[in-house]
Structure formats: structure tokens, C-alpha cells
């Protein structure tokens, strides 16, 4: 155990702790029984979900191996400190994937069950849970539990969504899919308007393997919310493997002196994405390069400069997209907000605990951290309650309490469950102090 300096992936919120990097499954049960603690995987997450200050962070790194294959039933077993990295070099060589991932690479399996990530369809594959078999955690008080949709299902659902504050995730069972196809088809489609771009998304979603859009949300636009689509399926008829992978480090950003989007830049660099996209587009991908569309994003980051950047991703109903965008562009403009990346997706599904699902239009925001942003993000926040979004809890550094219980409609059937579970509190974070769990 050493101290150590934990900073959030955006730069948002940092703690003075300690760190441990146990390899043998003996320390679990030989760790005193009263240490408050949390797991950490990646360190990738803008929330500071596996951190607080003065307190004990576990590391996962170790504890990466793939523990069963089974090509019959389909399923994958590995370790929670695993990455998709890892998980995806094995499977490609055996024909396999798995079929929701978030967008980088080097996240761990045990971050994406605690965060209950998404793919690049959520509307038509669900979230990381509907993927997962079965786990194993360890908690001080109940020792190891098998969880699983037919077996404690009770910890299974706490457990899914629950960032770490249920104990630690020892390991998962997989569901893998077959690898049916040769290629990736990919194509870019130009909209000119934002309600166009959403409209063309509702569209063709059920019809493409992944799908997002990009849109130009800069103040100085005048053609604010034009942008694109992008589709891609899986094509059986193309030759030719696109499983070919070269690892890169994962470390932290390494921020620039100075913040280099500005008022000045930012709609340059819009309209230069934009036409690179439209003209130099690969229309065959790998599909290393489908699923882990970020891999090559850590210079976009680097570029926020040391005050680092600010995210925000809120699911909107659909009936209140409308009257949502209009006030939100009216608040960029006037206020000249710089917005450096805009997407959107199709999400779908029915409330439940803290998970990041809902019917309605997902819309993610990346803006440099300056004077204007905490303005800005305590008007999205209002804005977020006012239409009865959900904002995401693992994509904010700072998201407060009052607006995850606002509208989150099953958050005190989580935090009853959790105390009732674990009533001393034995797992908790930046964020689970902040959110009063």
C-alpha cells in the first residue's frame, strides 16, 4: 500500500489516498474486514468513482487472466481487472466478440459492469448488463457470491450499475457472439439541422450494427446543429481480416499548457472535422477501429489544456428533444460556450436503479473547463430535471445529489438496498459521498 494522487479522467476532481496492487485472491479475505475501500480498474472515468481522500483504492490490474472459454454455449469467463483490450485480442483470434462495448479499449470488464456501460446501439442491444452471465464479489461481511439473473439476482441488479459500492468484482462470465461476417461497411451521411440528424438516427438505427451522430454545436456556426451520421453493419460479403491490432500506452492525458479550443478556433476545427469526414472517410473499417472509436482521440483530450474539460450526456425523452435543443442553443450562443463535441444516440429501455437507460435521445457535450462551464453545467442540470432527462452519473466529475435524485425515479430503492446489503458502508468514493450513498 502506497499513497498516492488520484485525479478523475477529466481533470475535475483529484484526492490525496492509497493504492494497493494485490495478485493473490488470499488478500481479499486477509485485508482487515473494517478498512473502508474501494476497487479501482482503468482509472478511466470522469466521476471519481474508485477514489476519496485518505482512503484505501484497490487495484484490479493484476488480476486479468481468462479463466474458461466455452464455444458451445457461447461465454467467455475472465477477471474484473481484464480490459476489452485483452478480452477482444483473444476473442478475434477464436472468431468471437462481444457485442456492447464502450469506445476505448483499455477500460477493465470490472468498470464496465460497476458503470453499466453502453455500446454503439444501446437502443438495440441494451447495456453491459444484458451480456453478463454471471459474477463473483467479494464483500467483507458475505464473503465470495456467485450473482447471476436466477441467483442472487438481488446483488446481481445492485451490482450492475452500482460503481463499485457492493464490493468487489472478483470476476465475470460473458456472453460472446459468433463472428459471421468479414468486414465492417461503414458510410458518413450529411444532415442540416439538428432535428434532421435525430430524425435520420430514429430512422436507421434498427437498421445498422452501430450508429451515432457528430454535430456542429459551435456558437459562431451559422449553420448550428448541422452534422453527421455515422452507420456501419457488418458485411459478409467483403473479404479480408479487420481484427489487426496495435496496443497504445493507456496512460492519463497529458494536457497541453494552455487550452486550445476557444472562440477563435472552435469553428475552424468543426468545419475541418467535418469535411475530413465527409472526404477522407474510410468506408471499410477494421473492426478494432469500429468499436473503439476513442482509441485515437487522446490528442483531442491533451488539447483542453491543465484545467482539463467537462462532460455531459443526458438521455431526452423523446417528446421534449425539441423544446430541450432550443433552449440550449439559445444558452450557446448568448453565452458563447465552447462545445467541442456534440453526439447523439438512440436509447432505449425501462428505469432501474442508477442504470443510464431510458426511451429517448442520448446527447453528449465536451467543453473546455473555464470560468463559463460551472455556469453552464448547473443550467444543464436544470434543464436535464426541468424535461425529465437522466443525466449519466459516470460521465460527471461534479454531478450533484440533488439532481441524480430528482431524476433517477428508483434512486432510493438503491440506496435502501445498498444500506440494507452492506450497512456499514464498508465501499464508497468521491462520488458515493457526494450522491449521499
Same mark, same amino acid.
Given at each position: 500500500?502506497?499513497k498516492?494522487?488520484?485525479?478523475s479522467f477529466?481533470?475535475?476532481?483529484?484526492a490525496?489516498?492509497?493504492?494497493?496492487f494485490?495478485?493473490r485472491?488470499r488478500?481479499?479475505p486477509?485485508?482487515?474486514?473494517k478498512?473502508?475501500?474501494?476497487?479501482a480498474?482503468?482509472?478511466?472515468?470522469n466521476?471519481?468513482a474508485?477514489?476519496k481522500?485518505?482512503?484505501?483504492?484497490i487495484?484490479?490490474?493484476?488480476?486479468?487472466?481468462?479463466?474458461s472459454?466455452d464455444?458451445k454455449k457461447?461465454?467467455?469467463?475472465v477477471?474484473?481487472?481484464s480490459?476489452?483490450?485483452d478480452i477482444?485480442?483473444?476473442?478475434a483470434?477464436?472468431g468471437?466478440?462481444?457485442?456492447?462495448q464502450?469506445?476505448y479499449?483499455?477500460?477493465?470488464?470490472?468498470?464496465?459492469?460497476?458503470a453499466?456501460?453502453?455500446?454503439k446501439?444501446q437502443?438495440e442491444?441494451?447495456?453491459f448488463?444484458?451480456?453478463v452471465v454471471s459474477?463473483?464479489l467479494?464483500?467483507?461481511?458475505?464473503?465470495?457470491?456467485?450473482a447471476?439473473?436466477?441467483t442472487?439476482?438481488?446483488?446481481?441488479?445492485?451490482?450492475c450499475?452500482?460503481?463499485?459500492?457492493t464490493?468487489?468484482?472478483l470476476?465475470?462470465k460473458l456472453?460472446i457472439?459468433k463472428?459471421?461476417?468479414?468486414?465492417?461497411?461503414?458510410?458518413?451521411?450529411?444532415?442540416?439541422?439538428?432535428?434532421?440528424?435525430?430524425?435520420?438516427?430514429?430512422?436507421?438505427?434498427?437498421n445498422c450494427?452501430?450508429?451515432y451522430t457528430?454535430?456542429?454545436?459551435?456558437?459562431?456556426?451559422?449553420?448550428?446543429?448541422?452534422?453527421?451520421?455515422?452507420?456501419?453493419?457488418?458485411?459478409k460479403?467483403?473479404?479480408?481480416s479487420?481484427f489487426?491490432t496495435?496496443?497504445?500506452?493507456?496512460k492519463k492525458?497529458s494536457?497541453?499548457?494552455f487550452n486550445?479550443?476557444?472562440?477563435?478556433t472552435?469553428?475552424?476545427?468543426?468545419?475541418?472535422?467535418k469535411l475530413?469526414?465527409i472526404y477522407?472517410?474510410?468506408t471499410?473499417q477494421t473492426?478494432?477501429e469500429?468499436?473503439?472509436?476513442?482509441?485515437?482521440?487522446m490528442?483531442y483530450?491533451?488539447?483542453?489544456?491543465p484545467?482539463?474539460?467537462?462532460?455531459?450526456?443526458v438521455?431526452?425523452?423523446?417528446?421534449?428533444?425539441?423544446?430541450?435543443f432550443?433552449?440550449?442553443?439559445?444558452y450557446i450562443?448568448?453565452?458563447e460556450?465552447?462545445?467541442?463535441?456534440a453526439?447523439?444516440? %438512440?436509447?432505449?429501455?425501462? *428505469? @432501474?436503479? $442508477?442504470?443510464f437507460?431510458k426511451?429517448?435521445?442520448? #446527447?453528449? +457535450?465536451?467543453f473546455?473547463?473555464?470560468?463559463?462551464?460551472?455556469?453552464?453545467l448547473?443550467?444543464?442540470?436544470e434543464?436535464?430535471?426541468?424535461?425529465m432527462?437522466?443525466?449519466?452519473?459516470?460521465?460527471?466529475?461534479?454531478?450533484e445529489?440533488?439532481?441524480?435524485?430528482y431524476?433517477?425515479?428508483?434512486?432510493?430503492?438503491?440506496r435502501?438496498? %445498498?444500506?440494507?446489503f452492506? *450497512? @456499514?458502508? $464498508?465501499?464508497r468514493?468521491?462520488?458515493?459521498?457526494? #450522491?449521499? +450513498?
Amino acid at each position: 500500500m502506497k499513497k498516492n494522487v488520484f485525479s478523475s479522467f477529466d481533470g475535475g476532481s483529484q484526492a490525496v489516498g492509497y493504492v494497493s496492487f494485490p495478485d493473490r485472491y488470499r488478500y481479499w479475505p486477509d485485508l482487515d474486514s473494517k478498512i473502508i475501500r474501494i476497487s479501482a480498474g482503468s482509472g478511466l472515468s470522469n466521476a471519481p468513482a474508485s477514489f476519496k481522500s485518505n482512503m484505501l483504492s484497490i487495484s484490479h490490474a493484476k488480476f486479468n487472466r481468462i479463466l474458461s472459454f466455452d464455444e458451445k454455449k457461447c461465454e467467455i469467463e475472465v477477471e474484473a481487472g481484464s480490459t476489452l483490450f485483452d478480452i477482444f485480442g483473444i476473442l478475434a483470434q477464436k472468431g468471437y466478440y462481444l457485442k456492447i462495448q464502450p469506445g476505448y479499449s483499455f477500460v477493465s470488464i470490472g468498470g464496465c459492469i460497476a458503470a453499466n456501460v453502453h455500446g454503439k446501439n444501446q437502443a438495440e442491444d441494451g447495456c453491459f448488463k444484458e451480456q453478463v452471465v454471471s459474477l463473483k464479489l467479494f464483500h467483507p461481511q458475505h464473503g465470495i457470491i456467485k450473482a447471476s439473473p436466477k441467483t442472487n439476482k438481488d446483488v446481481f441488479d445492485l451490482t450492475c450499475g452500482g460503481y463499485g459500492l457492493t464490493g468487489h468484482i472478483l470476476s465475470a462470465k460473458l456472453k460472446i457472439k459468433k463472428k459471421n461476417f468479414s468486414a465492417i461497411s461503414s458510410s458518413v451521411v450529411q444532415f442540416n439541422s439538428f432535428h434532421d440528424g435525430v430524425n435520420k438516427l430514429r430512422n436507421e438505427a434498427r437498421n445498422c450494427d452501430f450508429i451515432y451522430t457528430w454535430f456542429d454545436f459551435a456558437f459562431n456556426s451559422k449553420g448550428f446543429g448541422n452534422g453527421l451520421l455515422y452507420k456501419s453493419h457488418f458485411d459478409k460479403n467483403r473479404e479480408g481480416s479487420h481484427f489487426n491490432t496495435t496496443k497504445k500506452s493507456n496512460k492519463k492525458i497529458s494536457f497541453t499548457p494552455f487550452n486550445l479550443y476557444n472562440k477563435h478556433t472552435i469553428n475552424f476545427l468543426n468545419k475541418s472535422y467535418k469535411l475530413k469526414e465527409i472526404y477522407l472517410h474510410k468506408t471499410h473499417q477494421t473492426f478494432f477501429e469500429t468499436l473503439f472509436p476513442l482509441q485515437k482521440t487522446m490528442t483531442y483530450y491533451s488539447l483542453f489544456g491543465p484545467s482539463g474539460f467537462c462532460e455531459y450526456q443526458v438521455i431526452i425523452p423523446h417528446s421534449s428533444i425539441g423544446e430541450f435543443f432550443n433552449e440550449l442553443r439559445s444558452y450557446i450562443i448568448k453565452n458563447e460556450i465552447i462545445i467541442t463535441l456534440a453526439s447523439s444516440k %438512440l436509447f432505449s429501455g425501462a *428505469p @432501474q436503479y $442508477l442504470y443510464f437507460q431510458k426511451d429517448g435521445i442520448s #446527447l453528449a +457535450l465536451n467543453f473546455p473547463r473555464n470560468s463559463k462551464s460551472y455556469n453552464f453545467l448547473n443550467f444543464l442540470d436544470e434543464l436535464t430535471m426541468k424535461y425529465m432527462c437522466i443525466p449519466n452519473i459516470i460521465k460527471d466529475s461534479r454531478l450533484e445529489f440533488k439532481v441524480v435524485k430528482y431524476c433517477y425515479e428508483n434512486f432510493e430503492s438503491f440506496r435502501n438496498n %445498498l444500506k440494507v446489503f452492506d *450497512p @456499514q458502508r $464498508l465501499f464508497r468514493s468521491v462520488m458515493s459521498d457526494r #450522491l449521499f +450513498l
